[in-house]
């Protein structure tokens, strides 16, 4: 079935730093998603991207996060700068449409440590 | 929002053996997914199913909507089966909204 990638799998850095997670979407795709996962928690949604737009983003999000699909290359989350909370596993998921009726297709993961 | 319950919370099986795990939501759900996440995290789509029955390989998952709940069925479990298995039904929202998971442990 169609693959959501993410770049890299593991990051490690020092509290203070910035940190960009890459997703690769499904080629087609035109929405876009970050949930995050804390260790032993529930999955959680993040924000959800729409023709260059942050449409919806939860409390989660905080005012240090950013997204961006800058000419239809990787939509990233930027994270600046990190905090020892934001330790957690981000997933990016991306759909052809949105609505709640619409399938997401879920990238691996990124494994984010912050120290 | 949608609550999301998920039984058992945790399994543990001998390898041959089937599963069923179950999945009841608090309001009709126009999305359902099902994922497995892998001990190490990793995240795999299985099914996306809002109705009816779909089977892959050893796996079947059956949504019966109006009574708002969901199957995962597992048969002849492998020990690479273990790991947490995620149950996503989500009404009039452009969120997937996981449930808290079934942890499924399969031993040799």
């Known amino acids: 079935g169609p693959k959501v990638l993410q770049i890299p799998s593991h990051q490690i850095i020092d509290m203070g730093q910035m940190v960009t997670l890459n997703c690769d979407p499904v080629?087609?795709?035109?929405?876009f998603y970050w949930y995050k996962q804390i260790l032993g928690q529930q999955m959680e949604f993040l924000v959800n991207f729409y023709n260059g737009k942050v449409m919806e983003k939860s409390k989660l999000f905080k005012d240090q996060f950013s997204v961006e699909r800058p000419d239809g290359s990787y939509f990233t989350l930027k994270i600046q700068p990190t905090a020892l909370e934001d330790s957690a596993v981000y997933f990016c998921?991306?759909?052809?449409?949105?609505?709640?009726?619409?399938?997401?297709?879920f990238g691996p993961g990124t494994r984010l440590t912050v120290l | 929002g949608q609550q999301v319950q998920q039984s058992p919370a945790s399994l543990v099986l001998q390898e041959g053996e089937n599963a069923e795990l179950q999945c009841n939501f608090s309001s009709t759900a126009t999305r359902l997914q099902w994922f497995y996440q892998h001990p190490g995290g990793r995240l795999v789509s299985l099914f996306y199913?809002?109705?009816g029955t779909k089977h892959t390989g050893r796996l079947t998952s059956t949504t019966v909507t109006n009574e708002r709940r969901s199957s995962l069925h597992i048969s002849s479990s492998q020990t690479t089966d273990s790991g947490t298995y995620f149950c996503?039904?989500?009404?009039?929202?452009?969120?997937?909204?996981f449930g808290t998971g079934t942890r499924l442990q399969v031993l040799p």
């Open positions: 998921a991306s759909s052809l449409l949105g609505g709640n009726y619409a399938e997401q297709f």
């Open positions: 080629s087609n795709h035109l929405y």
């Open positions: 996503a039904p989500s009404s009039n929202t452009n969120k997937v909204v």
């Open positions: 199913n809002p109705s």
